[in-house]
C-alpha cells in the first residue's frame, strides 16, 4: 500500500496543482477582464527575469561563502551553475528538496580528479536515500551548509513578511500587525540568540563537540559564518534583501499587466506563499501561488484575473530564469553515461 501511494503521489501533486489552479480562476469574471482591453507590456517582464537572476546570484553568494567556511571548495562559476541547476529540478518538483540534493552531492564533490569514483547518475543522486550516519564527511557538511542556507532564506522570508504585516496588516484584522511584531522579534531574537551562543566558549565547545560525534568536526565554521558575530548581519541582509528582489519582480509582472498596488501587499503575500510552499502539495508553487496570491491581493483592490495573469508570467519568468542551466544537466548526464 505504501509503495502504490509513493508511486502514485507525483500524479496527486500534479492533480492538486491543477486543482489548485481551478480554485484561483473560477470565479474571474474573463469577459469584463477582457473588455478593459489590459494591453500586456513586456518590457516589465523583462525586469522581472533581471531582478529573479539577481536575486538568485545573491542567494548564489549566501550558499557559497557556506560551503566555503567548511572546506567544500568550488569555482564561483560551478557553485552559480549548481545553484541554478537545483532551481531548474524544483521547477518539476513540490518542494526544494530535490534541487537541494542536487546541490548538496554535487558541491561536496571534491575537484575533479583521477582518483574520483565514477560519477553516479542524476536519477540515482535524486532518488536514493542517503544514510547520514554512513555519509563521508564532507557528504555531511554539504548537507549542513545546503541546511544553513536554507535556515537564513527561511529567516530571511519571515522577516520581510514580518515588516509586511506590521506595515500593512491593518488590511487583513487586527491581530495582523501585532502578529508581525512579534514574528519579528522571533527571528531577530533567536538569531541573536545564535550569535550570543556562538560567541562564547563553553556553549561553542559543546557545539563542536556534538558536531565532531556527528562526523562534522569543521562545522563550527560554518555555523560561525551563519550566525557568528559579525557575521549574521550582512547574513541576515543579504537573506532580506534577496527576498525583497524576487518580491519586486512579482510587482513587475503585476505592472506588465498595469495593475498598482501597495508594496507592503506583496510583503505579506509573498513570505506567505514561500512558507505554504515548503508543503509538498503543488508543482513549484503552482496553483498555490495563483490562489495564494489572487486572495491576498484582494483585499487591495487588484482584479484576482490580473493576478493570476501575473502569477503565471512569474512562473514562467522563474522558469526562463533557471533554464539555461539545463545545459549544465545534459553535460552531467553526458558524463554519467561516458564513465
Known amino acids: 500500500m505504501k509503495k502504490t501511494f509513493k508511486s502514485l503521489w507525483p500524479y496527486l501533486r500534479v492533480l492538486l496543482s491543477l486543482l489548485l489552479l481551478w480554485l484561483a480562476i473560477r470565479n474571474i469574471d474573463w469577459k469584463t477582464l477582457t473588455e478593459t482591453n489590459i ?3 513586456p518590457a516589465w517582464l523583462v525586469l522581472a527575469w533581471f531582478m529573479m537572476t539577481c536575486a538568485n546570484l545573491m542567494a548564489t553568494v549566501r550558499w557559497a561563502y557556506l560551503m566555503r567556511s567548511v572546506g567544500l571548495n568550488q569555482s564561483w562559476w560551478t557553485f552559480i551553475t549548481l545553484y541554478f541547476t537545483g532551481g531548474l529540478i524544483n521547477q518539476g518538483l513540490p518542494s526544494t528538496i530535490g534541487g537541494d540534493s542536487y546541490r548538496v552531492v554535487e558541491g561536496s564533490r571534491a575537484p575533479r580528479a583521477a582518483s574520483l569514483p565514477p560519477l553516479t547518475s542524476l536519477s540515482e543522486e535524486l532518488h536514493t536515500p542517503i544514510d547520514l550516519h554512513q555519509a563521508p564527511p564532507r557528504l555531511r557538511l554539504g548537507f549542513l ?26 488590511m487583513i484584522g487586527d491581530w495582523a500587525q501585532p502578529l508581525g511584531g512579534w514574528a519579528l522579534a522571533a527571528m531577530l531574537g533567536g538569531s541573536a540568540l545564535a550569535c550570543t551562543l556562538l560567541a562564547f566558549k563553553r556553549p561553542t565547545a559543546l557545539i563542536k563537540k556534538i558536531m565532531t560525534k556527528l562526523g562534522m568536526p569543521g562545522a563550527i565554521a560554518g555555523l560561525r559564518m551563519a550566525f557568528g558575530w559579525p557575521a549574521l548581519v550582512p547574513q541576515l541582509a543579504l537573506s532580506v534583501t534577496t527576498h525583497t528582489m524576487a518580491t519586486v519582480a512579482f510587482l513587475m509582472c503585476l505592472r506588465a499587466f498595469g495593475a498598482s498596488v501597495p508594496f507592503e501587499a506583496l510583503m505579506i503575500g509573498l513570505p506567505a506563499l514561500g512558507l505554504l510552499m515548503m508543503l509538498p502539495i503543488s508543482i513549484s508553487g503552482w496553483g498555490l501561488r495563483e490562489a495564494t496570491l489572487s486572495a491576498v491581493l484582494t483585499l487591495w483592490g487588484v482584479d484576482a484575473g490580473v493576478t493570476v495573469l501575473a502569477s503565471v508570467c512569474f512562473g514562467l519568468v522563474s522558469v526562463v530564469t533557471y533554464l539555461p542551466s539545463a545545459i549544465c544537466l545534459l553535460k552531467r548526464r553526458t558524463s554519467s553515461v561516458s564513465h
Not at 520581510?160 to 500593512?168: D, K, P, R, S, T
Open 145 to 170: 551548509a545546503v541546511t544553513l542556507d536554507r535556515g537564513l532564506g527561511l529567516i530571511g522570508n519571515n522577516i520581510l513578511g514580518a515588516l509586511g504585516l506590521i506595515a500593512g496588516g491593518a
Open 39 to 41: 494591453a500586456m507590456q
